[in-house]
């Protein structure tokens, strides 16, 4: 089996190299998932959510190492290169959703052997910070709420991941100092475990790409978030997996996260429009690292999915985030039925010609400097007193079908800073041994609450989440994503948008690298919603249950929508589904030293030349 699930990577690397495709390597490890060979550790035979195995166990660490090698090393009979001198391979990633600071480390769900080896390191740490275990509980002083402790043996009882954050009841029932101990010294377990396994990986295997830590959120982003990312500091990247999660009314309307299915109940949200927000857009960069996001969607059934690939080309560029993985394409076919995490559609993958050359062009620009750059005193974020900007949550399903309604929480601060500052430009973080400290722009010359808008600081991005859209006027893309029926005439630079459509997205972008203004060569694309044939719901109150599941074709919303462009271009030729020329042209009529161009109903892709 091993062999036969090698020889499948060797093919798709090889496969997606002869495209100009780069692969990154992840789920390498998954402890949620991957069970442990037997021997390996004793006590861990059947046990697969051992969460402190990869961080703190030595003979897990030395299996682990090698299970690396006899992946990496062999040479791909594709390509005639090990994986490990693969020039095509971005990254290597170590651990996936995997962390001491999520709700998984829970010492009430800990089998003997985890709790055992947890409680050993905790107390080693201790004795070595404080002289010996009993100095450490005499400093501490009385605490409880964690596992139970047992000096005699060298073992310190733990918090859960839970008791680290910052609500009421955690802050309430803790030791602080004790709590604020055990934060530091799991910080420090992960970012040494990462440092060792990254030097195993460049010097004994010889791995040229990049190599990473983990992607994880933590029990809180407040107080644990930033020291999270900062832990894979270690490596050459920081990554995060986020999803936009489709509304479900109890845990129950949704069967089996990993599927839709008749008789789920759900309803449809837009991050675009208020009380909604484009959380995996809105983590704070670790300063002076790269940053990924490596698993991201908006999940099915969700009809609002059109502006997924806008937000991400856009803010993304904006922002400064150097890469994003769209999560997940398991076909090369249209997507029917309805998969969860879909995006092998018309809306989505139909949209990446103009939005993937948006961002990796970088026509959004980045401002000079920062809307935000938090300082953390490492002090203060190991006395539990968190940060004032963390990530926006948002709601993976197999989680929320782990661990109920923790997934995706936070706690708040009055000191918090207004989350709709990552629109506005980009938010930095850093831990130093100093005091921490916020320097920011006047959030206010940008964010207009009565009005309901955040400006970019480039000019380039306007967002108004009363309307729920998104509108984009940079030189060479202007366009427009959300609900444009109801905002009428969008005016851009050198684009008005006129949409018949309730919701949906026009881009406008400059294929020759000229400014739209000069260009000769132009991308219109549209997208609006699409579903299976025959998909159907009935209302329960403000949701949909779903009565039929349909099945292919997809069937796309058409288009409804007329562009006026000032443009140079004097032909409006109609692209197929694979952006090839056909001999149809759509209606374009001169207007205002341009083309007023009706959209076609049934094509995404339109060439101005």
Known sequence: AFTRSLGKIHYVVAALKKQGIYSYFGH??????????????????????????????????TFYRGYAKAILDPVNPYTGVPLAKETALAFVEINNESSLLFH?????????????????????WAAARYGSVEDALAAWGPSRKHSP????????????????????WAVNQRNGKRAGDQLRWMVEAMRDYYRRFRTM???????????????????????????????????DAVLRNSYFSTEYPTKKAQQRFYAVEVNDIFGSVSALKTPSMPGPLATPLIHGHPFMVTEN????????????????????????????????????????????????????????????????????????????????????????????IHAVSGKDALWVAAIGDKEGSSSTSKGSIDPRAFFVGPVRQEFHDGESRVDAIPLGDYIDPRAGTVASMTGELLWNYNQGVLCIDAPRAQGATG??????????????????????SVLVISLDGKPLAESKRILVQAATEDKPFGFATEPVGKHHRITDLGGYPLNVRRIAATITVRTRATQAIILDGNGYTTDRRADATSANGGLKLVLPDDAIYTLLQ
């Open 28 to 61: 390498l490890y998954w402890h949620t998932s991957d069970p442990l060979p037997k021997g390996i550790v004793p006590g861990f035979d059947k046990e697969r959510t051992a969460v402190a195995l990869p961080f703190l166990a030595p003979e897990f660490q």
């Open 483 to 504: 609900f444009l029926g109801a905002a009428g005439p969008i005016k851009l630079g050198q684009v008005t948008i006129e949409s018949a459509n309730e919701y949906g």
């Open 104 to 124: 998984t480390f829970n010492p009430g769900r800990f089998s003997p052997a985890e709790s055992a080896l947890v409680e050993a390191s905790f107390g080693a």
């Open 297 to 388: 969607n908006w999940t099915r059934p969700n009809r609002f999915r059109a502006e997924w690939p806008l937000l991400v080309a856009s803010y993304g560029s904006m922002m400064g985030i150097d890469g994003w993985c769209f999560f997940a394409l398991g076909s090369s076919e249209w997507q029917t039925p309805m998969a969860v995490w879909d995006l092998n559609n018309p809306t989505v993958l139909g949209q990446f010609p103009g939005a993937a050359l948006m961002y990796r062009r970088g026509d959004v620009a980045q401002p000079k400097g920062p809307a935000v750059h938090e300082k953390v005193g490492f002090a203060s974020a190991f006395a539990l007193q968190g940060t004032r």
């Open 201 to 235: 990986l460049r010097n004994d295997i010889g791995v040229g790409s990049l190599i990473t830590a983990s992607n994880w959120k933590t029990a809180d982003d407040r107080i644990l978030g930033g020291l999270e990312r900062y832990s894979y500091t270690t490596t």
């Open 149 to 168: 402790d047992r000096p005699a043996e060298g073992r310190l009882g733990v918090y859960g991941a839970g008791f680290l954050g910052g609500a009421d």
